[in-house]
Each structure stands twice: as structure tokens, then as C-alpha cells.
């Protein structure tokens, strides 16, 4: 157990609309990073925030929000979804300050979308 | 140039084999290599690292050998067993200390074949 805890586990939708991802980084951890999982694509970086704060952006769209909020849980919003949304999501963390602090991943959020 | 490529897709090796992953990059920046084993519905795990002035990592019955040179770094398992049956990914970093953005590789898929 990686001690990152991500819900749901599983989400259904239709096209167009909106789901919010949640994630509780382990205990102690200050950094949560976003990556998305699918098929053609592989394991692809979306956003990272480190207290509160975005550190570092990749190829999260701008249908895609995400925040950190003061307890460190952080939200990951996907607006107008599509069909091409659906993928594995998932949230890592990580303790800031210590070079080469490894990535804690939890076990994800499949979306579907139909 | 911020992409990491991965061979093979998939593998088959026999119990006690040794299943040899490799990857490739381009961008020099790349100061950290990570390797990620994720088992069917788990996210992914850090296996063991290498950075680029080192030539090569072993831990347990995993080692990593790195070419930095040619821009190449690879995985061996040794006495590679039934459980070692996952997909194994390998990833660089990209920016400073402080932030965990890893590029990943396609992955491999290995079967060890008891």
C-alpha cells in the first residue's frame, strides 16, 4: 500500500460532462502530481502542486483543472469530457526537499466515458 | 526531445531467465532514471533508480545499467520468477530537484513463464 488514496475507483459518464477526482497524499507529503494512463498514450504528466501551490505544468488540457487545498488533498476537475477522455488517472505524491524523493502512486481512477 | 522510448512492448521469458528491458532518450538534461513496476489494477510502484554518473545499480535481483553516452539505460532481472510478472516502466526526470515530472516510457509487458 503506497499510502496514497485515490476515489472513486471507478467512474461512468457521458460525453459532456463534468467529474471532480480526489486524492490524499501520503502522510507528511507536500507534493501531489497528476499523470494520466490510457492505452495509446501511455503514462503522461498532467500538473504538480507542492503546498498549495502549482509547480509544474505538462500536457494537461484546459478542459482539466486540478487544485491542492490546505489539508494537501488535491482535485483533479475534467470539464466537457469526450470519449478520448477515458483513461486511468492517477495521483502520486511525494516529500519535497529531498533529492530524488520517489513518486508514492496510488492505485487510480479508471473514467469512462460513453 | 523530452521523450523516452521503450523496447521491447512485450516479453516472454521462462522462470529463471533474464528479461532485459531497454530505453533510449535524447534530451542531456535528463538528470534522473527511474524504473516503475505496476502489477493489473495498482498504480505504479519505484522499482529502483539510477542517476546518469553512475554506470550501474543493482538491488536485489534487479540491476540497471546505464550508457550515458549513448543516451541508453536498461533493466535486468535476474532469476526472474513468476511473480515478476508485471509492466515495467522506465522514465527520466526533467527539471530540477524539487519537482517530480517524470516522462515515461510506452512500457513493457513481461510474462515469466513458470
Known amino acids: 500500500d503506497s499510502g496514497v488514496t485515490q476515489t472513486p475507483k471507478h467512474l461512468i459518464t457521458a460525453t459532456g460532462q463534468r467529474v471532480t477526482l480526489r486524492c490524499s497524499p501520503r502522510?507528511?507529503?507536500?507534493?501531489v502530481y497528476w499523470y494520466q494512463q490510457s492505452l495509446d498514450q501511455g503514462l503522461q504528466f498532467l500538473i504538480q502542486?507542492?503546498?498549495?501551490?502549482?509547480?509544474a505544468k505538462g500536457n494537461i488540457l484546459e478542459r482539466f483543472s486540478a487544485q491542492q487545498f490546505p489539508d494537501l488533498h488535491s482535485e483533479l476537475n475534467l470539464s466537457s469530457l469526450e470519449l478520448g477522455d477515458s483513461a486511468l488517472y492517477f495521483c502520486?505524491?511525494?516529500?519535497?526537499?529531498?533529492?530524488?524523493?520517489?513518486?508514492?502512486f496510488g492505485n487510480g481512477t479508471r473514467l469512462t466515458v460513453t | 526531445q523530452q521523450q523516452v522510448k521503450q523496447s521491447p512492448q512485450s516479453l516472454i521469458v521462462q522462470k529463471g531467465g533474464i528479461p532485459i528491458i531497454n530505453c533510449a532518450y535524447e534530451?542531456?538534461?535528463?538528470?534522473?532514471f527511474p524504473w516503475y513496476q505496476q502489477f493489473p489494477g495498482k498504480g505504479p510502484a519505484l522499482l529502483i533508480a539510477?542517476?546518469?554518473?553512475?554506470s550501474e545499480k543493482k538491488e536485489g535481483r534487479f540491476t540497471i545499467s546505464f550508457n550515458k553516452s549513448a543516451k541508453q539505460f536498461s533493466l535486468h532481472i535476474m532469476d526472474s520468477q513468476p511473480g515478476d510478472s508485471a509492466t515495467y516502466f522506465c522514465?527520466?526526470?526533467?527539471?530540477?530537484?524539487?519537482?517530480?515530472?517524470?516522462?515515461f516510457g510506452q512500457g513493457t509487458t513481461l510474462q515469466v513463464k513458470p
Open positions: 502520486a505524491s511525494s516529500v519535497e526537499g529531498i533529492l530524488n524523493s520517489p513518486l508514492h
Open positions: 502522510s507528511g507529503d507536500l507534493s
Open positions: 502542486y507542492y503546498n498549495g501551490e502549482e509547480r
Open positions: 534530451n542531456t538534461a535528463f538528470d534522473y
Open positions: 539510477i542517476r546518469p554518473d553512475v
Open positions: 522514465a527520466a526526470r526533467v527539471g530540477s530537484s524539487n519537482t517530480g515530472k517524470l516522462i
